[in-house]
Each structure stands twice: as C-alpha cells, then as structure tokens.
C-alpha cells in the first residue's frame, strides 16, 4: 500500500488508532491477525539431498552401474575401485561446492531487538517481533527502525538508508504528503525497517510488519530468485550428454556387431563393455577440475577476493558485463569537498590557505561534530557532509574556535549558524546551507547574484552536494536567532561528492578493454549518477534511465534499450534485478557487485554475485558468490584475469583427458572388432587410468596466463566446451596414440612383455601429450614451461611410479607387467616422440588456416 500518499490523519483513520497507541486487547487481536514481525523462512534442502545431488551425474551413474556389473560377474576388487572412485568424487563436490544459505539470518540482525511504543498514552518497551500495524513507535539517534513507519512526527530526523537504496547521505525526514509513486529514495514522510537513525527523534505509526516491509519485500526476493546455473556447469553437463551419447553408441554398436559377427559369450562380451566403460568414462575429470577451481579460489583470495563457490571461478573469466552499484562500491562511501568556488573563482586548497578568505575556517568552526581542539577528525563520526568539510579545512592549519551559540541545522529553514569569539574581543557568526537561502539573506548586486547561481548550477550539474559557506560580523553580547541571520556576507561554494576510488577508473578501463561492459546501477540521483559515470570513464553516460523510467517499460523494451544504457539512477531492488534479468535475456554473462541490503536479490540472481567485504551488508555478503575483502573494484578485473586463466588450463585438462580416455577406450574396442582377447587386463587399464590421473592430470591447471589474456574478447557463452577442432583433436590424438603402440605390441609374442610395451608405450604417450596441451595451438615448449614447476614434478612422480611397476618384482605381479629390453625401451620413446612431434605439426598448421580465416572475416 502507497502510504507515503497519504496525510498522516488518513493513516491513523485507515489503522483505527490515535496518537496515544492501541491498548493492549487490540495489539494482540492484530497480532493474530498480522502475525510477528518476522521475516519467513524457506525449508532447507536436506543432508541427504545435498550429498545425493553430486551422485547423480550421468558420468557417476555409468561408474555405478558399471561397478554394480562387475560386482554381479565376481570381481569384486575391481568394484571396489570403481565404487571408491565415484564415492571421492562425490563427496569432494559436495565438500567443495557447499554454501550455507544465510541470507535470512543477515536480514534478521537487521530487524533490532526491541521498541519503546505508546500503549493508549503510556511508553512501553517490547521485543520488536510482538509490533503490529498501528503501533506508535518512538525513534530516536541510534535506533535501527523496527518496522515501516508514517511518519507523524520528526525533530531534525535524519536516517542512514544506503543498505535500502543506495545513497550515501542520511536522509532528512519530514511530515508530509507525497506524489504517487514517488521513489523509495525520496519518501521522506516514511522510516523504513532495517535502516539506522543518525540523529534526532521521531514518532511514527506502523504501516507494515515482517514480509510487509521494504526489507521483508526484499527477504521474499532472496527465497523466490532461482540461482543461476554457471555457464561451467552448463558446459560440463554438456560435455557429460556428449560422452554419453557416444559411450552408448559404442556400446549398442561392439554388442551387435560383435554378437551378429562373432557369436561372442555374453560374460566375455559383458566384461569388455566393462571394460570399455572404466576406460572411456573420464572418472577422475571431475576431481581435476574441483582442484583446478579450488586452486583457482586460493589465488583469488591472495588478491582479497573470497569466493564461496568454487564454479564461479570461471564464472568470472566468462563475464560479459558488470553491474556495479556506485556507493561504497565505484566510489569511497566517503563524502568529499571535490571543488571551492569563491567570489574570484575556484581555488584550490593552496590557493585557500594563501588567501585572506575565511572559507576555510567557516567549515573547521560552523559545525556540531569537533567539541574540543584535542579531538582528531579520523575518530569523528556523524553527519557526513560536516565530516568531509572538517576533513577539508584540516589540510591546512585552521584555528579551532569554541562556540558561543548556535542554531542547529533543520530542513525547514536549511542552514546552520554558530557564533565564535575571535582576536580583539569580537564575535562572529559564521553560517553554512542551501545556497538558494544564503543568498535570499545575503547583501548582493545583480551580478553577484547571477554569477552565484550560475556557479551553484555548475557544480550541481556535476552531481555534487552544493553548500553555501558565509559570515557576519556581530554585535558582542546579541542573542543568535533566525532575526540575526540576516545582510550575511557569501564567502563562498562547496562542491561535495562521494568521489570514485582512482583503482575504480583504472579498473573499468582495463575491463573494457577486455571486452567487458561496465554499468552503475544505483539510488542516487541521475546528475549525481552520470557525473561519477563520466569520471570513472563508462561508455554510456550522456543518457540515464531512472527507475520510474524502467518501470514504464515492458520487458521487451527493457530488453532493448539495457545494452545501450550504462548508468541507472534512483532505482529499487526490483529494478536492478529486471535490469539484470534482461542482461541475462539478452545472452549476457552478468556479473552484480553491491554492498547494501538492497543489492542482495541481484547480487543472488546474477551469474556471479560480488559484495563488498568491508562495508557490505551481511545480507550482500551472504547472497554473492564472490566478496571482495578489500572493498577494492579492481580487485574484479584481477579476479577475471585468474578466471579466464583458470577456463584455459580447463580446457587445456580436457584436451588432455578426452583422447587419453578415447585411446584407452580403442585398446579394448580394437580387441572386439577384430574377435582378439583385450590387450591389456582390466587391471591394467585401471593402472593407465590411475597412474595419468593421479600424477599427469593435475600439473596443466598449474599453467600460467597467456600474454594477451585481458586483451581478447569475452568467449561466447553459447559455445560449446567441446568445438568441431576439439572433436577432431580427441579422435586423432587417440588413433595416434593407440593404433602405432598397438601394431607394436601385436608382434610381440611373449603376453607380459606385449601387455607390458603397449601399456608404457600408452602411459608415456599421454606424458608428451600433456606437454603439447601446455598450449591449445601456439608451440608448447616455450620459457614458461620452467615455471611450471608443477609439470614437472607430475612427470617426476610418473617416472616413479611407472618405473616401480616395470622394475620391482611385487607391483609386476600385482599389474601384471614384465621387465623391457633397451630396444623396446627406445620403441616406446619413439612412438611417444612421434606423438608429440605429429600434435605440434597439426597445431602450427591449424593456428595458420584459423588466422587467414580471420583474416578473410575482418
């Protein structure tokens, strides 16, 4: 309900109260009614159904079925195996991926504890859950507001609402009747839960309670917002369907082929496909990938970037836009005087210091915050405009004088007067406001007035806070009042403005030209918005969309217009989540940063939720994926700097592990197709599967980033992990591995010693191979593979491992292997060498025809 429209008598008619409060059978009637005032809480998923969803994968069911088969054949060690590996990977990917959902619990701390209320005319303090609608609440410095209130009553209120909507000065409430829809900014006549009084006292009638408020609206947007899937999972699923498809497509095949062709026994034929299964099924991809990730979370962190879930490290390399929100986040969240407009022109600091003008000592003096000249500014809180002048006056040696009287600052008469005693026995008043009504009160030609009002415009039209600066000689011994305010002498202008942080500009530059479109969403007001938008350099910014003007528009043309707008201006928590959902529908990969309550259903819906860890709400905290723990925006390009990094040796590790699998795979579909026994023992495929899993599938994840990484484009979203090049690498890659060391070893006529050389020759071929998947198509034996010491450590551990199941008696028994000559040494080192030589060839070739494609393209 639009209570801000109406007077505060309709109010209290429309609740059937009075100014003195409900009575006590008429609270609790309502609190049937109404119920608490409490926030509603979903049901949580189960433990079970937390773990279970990790088991559920198509990959992890095949391993299942699979170990149940070889479990029902009798070969129960290798059940086991099987078993072993599925349960691993499933608990790491719930262990790594676990988030707790906390939101509600932030949202709750917000609520405050307990309320002084008017019960018929008597104060009474209760628990803040037992308000209800009419209750008359009274406020005061420091309280957090219970609930939505009209105000019916206000001395000098002013409340801190940036975790609502956005802005960073307290807002002045007053009595009054508002315009229909009238921002959620700019309802002065109303105290909304959650928010923080700074100064003065109030009294207001409760309006809404619980899911009813502003902040409940908010909670009820937490629970309904739908996590977005990230485009990593979306590719794995993909990349899971592929493998799939074509694992059921082998297997249906070698059934009827081998079947209609060879008559094979069903336990020969059922312990093949078994086979089949462990080595194609890529098992230990998803445990390399988590380690990339978490990897990948461990960097980030060391550049103050906490990510609570591991699949949005790549999230990150993927973004296409960021939404930002301004306050706090763009910039300091710290107002500061930014320009000084005197009656001969703007002055800096210097220039103020040098000068015989007494601005400067007007903002040190004409102020309520500094009681003595003892107290440093940094340990100062309060109103933050006086703040930024005492933080301004302070760079230079500026008197402190005590005040001898004072009229305090109010928004009915906008201005603040104090008086002070100076050399020579004398006394000064010295007063700051509007400028509009410092000049209605000062003595001025025409000319002096128009040049004031021309400046004022000027620093207005840049988004600052205009404050008008003056003096007056007094009368010693007159009484200060409004009477006295009078023939002043403008000294004059203060610019006032939360600044954008210098990293912030640095940042959106670097961001841009890595592609990445920048946009400031934010509650302040649209010149104040597009003013920091020119400065920290968007693209966008000679028009601005404010919320009234979004919610005029239909999706469709939300659609439309949101690529071409970067700065939005007085906007709602609904608004920024339909500026985010429009991004999305328009393909976009949207990364949200914000710190306030008001952030936290877009920071939850976007593709990757990023909050500030210093000054952000515990709400924004709890509903993002990433919190920057130095408040720093530059810190995001960094982030997405290790996240392209990280999709890379992603891919790297895919290119890797699929034709590996592939080549393992055609050992035993080879066999069937030409009616031989499998090559190697189920065992040993299991070895070969281990053995590169465990010591050569990690070290790629260890790559460094490419030299030009921030300077490509965003990759589509919409492409495939798996492209028409990478298909035919994985086919290749496997034949060239396989068929050679297969040939071999057929001629070979001692078992062991053919199981043994088509095994290492296998083993060894995947270990060039890496180094070839090093890079994707530039020449992988460059400088930077001295820096990854992690590749060749994964080589070291190989050389042992396979080197313990070639030489030492008790693993060969245990494998199944025999005891090489030199010559078949050197055999298995020139097909491995062949490999590796014939995979660099294809990559030079093929970087060649995709560069004059491109070529034929531009």
Not at 12 to 27: I, Y
Not at 94 to 116: I, P
């Amino acid at each position: 309900m639009k209570w801000y429209t109406y007077s505060i008598n309709q109010v209290m008619e429309k609740l059937a109260v009075d100014a003195n409060g409900l009575n006590e059978a008429h609270r609790q009637e309502r609190l049937t009614t109404y119920g608490q005032n409490n926030l509603t809480e979903t049901l949580q998923l189960p433990l079970w159904k937390k773990i279970g969803k990790h088991f559920v994968d198509l990959l992890m069911i095949i391993l299942i079925v699979a170990g149940i088969l070889k479990g029902m054949t009798g070969d129960y060690v290798e059940m086991g195996i099987i078993f072993a590996v599925v349960i691993i990977n499933g608990l790491i990917g719930y262990l790594q991926e676990r988030k707790a959902e906390e939101s509600l619990n932030g949202l709750k701390q917000m609520m405050g504890q307990e309320t002084t209320i008017l019960v018929k005319g008597l104060k009474q303090t209760i628990d803040n859950q037992q308000l209800v609608p009419g209750d008359v609440v009274f406020l005061q410095s420091g309280d957090i507001v219970p609930a939505d209130l009209m105000l019916m009553e206000v001395h000098d209120l002013a409340i801190e609402e940036s975790v609502l909507t956005g802005e960073s000065l307290p807002v002045e409430k007053e009595v009054s009747i508002l315009a229909d829809n009238t921002p959620l900014g700019d309802r002065l006549n109303m105290a909304f839960s959650g928010t923080l009084v700074q100064s003065g006292t109030g009294l207001g009638i409760v309006v809404e309670t619980g899911d009813r408020t502003e902040i409940g609206q908010i909670n009820q947007a937490l629970q309904t917002v739908e996590k977005q899937e990230t485009p990593l999972i979306k590719k794995m699923n993909q990349l899971n369907h592929q493998i799939f498809k074509g694992l059921i497509f082998l297997v249906v095949f070698l059934l009827f082929f081998t079947t209609l062709r060879f008559g094979m026994d069903v336990k020969t034929l059922t312990s093949a496909v078994i086979a089949l299964i462990v080595a194609v099924v890529p098992e230990g991809l998803p445990a390399v990938l988590t380690m990339i990730l978490s990897m990948g979370v461990n960097e980030m962190a060391k550049e103050q970037a906490i990510v609570k879930s591991m699949p949005a490290v790549e999230t990150l390399g993927a973004m296409t836009v960021i939404c930002s929100d301004k306050t706090g986040t763009l910039t300091k969240n710290q107002m500061s005087v930014v320009e000084v407009i005197t009656a001969k022109g703007a002055m800096t600091i210097d220039e103020l210091a040098s000068s015989d003008e007494a601005i400067l000592t007007i903002m040190a003096n004409c102020q309520e915050l500094r009681l003595d000249a003892t107290q440093s500014i940094d340990a100062l809180s309060g109103n933050p405009t006086e703040l930024a002048l005492l933080t301004y006056a302070e760079q230079v040696d500026t008197s402190f004088l005590p005040i001898e009287q004072k009229i305090p600052f109010s928004s009915d008469y906008k201005y603040m007067a104090t008086t002070h005693m100076v050399a020579g026995n004398k006394e000064i008043m010295y007063i700051k406001g509007a400028p509009e009504v410092l000049l209605a009160k000062a003595q001025l030609t025409a000319i002096q007035r128009d040049y004031w009002l021309a400046q004022a415009a000027t620093l207005a039209q840049k988004g600052q806070r205009v404050l008008g600066l003056a003096k007056k000689n007094m009368v010693l011994g007159t009484e200060l009042t409004h009477d006295e305010v009078v023939d002043i002498e403008l000294i004059g202008l203060a610019g006032i403005i939360d600044p954008p942080k210098a990293s912030a500009i640095q940042a959106v530059k670097e961001a841009r030209e890595a592609g990445i479109s920048v946009k400031m969403i934010t509650g302040d007001h649209r010149d104040t918005a597009q003013a920091i938008g020119r400065e920290i350099g968007l693209a966008h910014t000679s028009q601005a969309l404010e919320g009234k003007d979004i919610e005029a528009m239909d999706d469709a043309a939300l659609r439309e217009i949101v690529s071409k707008i970067d700065v939005y201006a007085r906007t709602t928590p609904e608004h920024k989540l339909r500026i985010v959902k429009a991004l999305q529908a328009n393909g976009e990969i949207v990364g949200m940063t914000g710190d306030g309550v008001n952030d936290a259903p877009a920071l939850k819906k976007a593709d990757i939720g990023i909050a500030m860890g210093i000054k952000g709400s515990e709400v924004s905290k709890q509903a993002a994926d990433m919190v920057l723990a130095d408040d720093n925006f530059a810190t995001i390009t960094k982030a997405v700097k290790e996240g392209r990094r990280i999709f890379d040796n992603l891919k790297k590790t895919i290119n890797f592990f699929l034709p590996t699998a592939l080549a393992q795979g055609l050992i035993v579909i080879v066999a069937l197709l030409t009616n031989h026994p499998l090559p190697l023992t189920p065992v040993q495929i299991l070895w070969v599967n281990m053995v590169t899993t465990i010591t050569l599938s990690y070290a790629l994840g260890f790559e460094p980033a490419h030299e030009e990484v921030m300077k490509r484009q965003p990759r589509n979203p919409a492409e495939s992990i798996l492209s028409k090049y990478a298909l035919f690498r994985i086919i290749y890659v496997s034949l060239l591995i396989t068929i050679p060391s297969y040939l071999i070893a057929m001629n070979i006529q001692d078992i062991a010693v053919q199981q043994t050389v088509l095994l290492q020759s296998i083993v060894l071929s995947q270990a060039v191979y890496m180094i070839n998947c090093r890079e994707l198509l530039d020449f992988s034996l460059t400088r930077k593979v001295l820096t990854n010491k992690a590749l060749w450590i994964s080589l070291g551990a190989l050389a042992i491992v396979q080197g313990t199941v070639l030489f030492v008696p008790f693993a060969q028994q245990l494998v199944g292997t025999a005891r090489l000559s030199g010559a078949q040494h050197l055999l298995v080192i020139a097909i491995a060498a062949m490999v590796f030589i014939l995979v660099e060839v294809e990559k030079s070739v093929t970087k060649k025809m995709m560069d004059k494609k491109e070529e034929v393209v531009a």
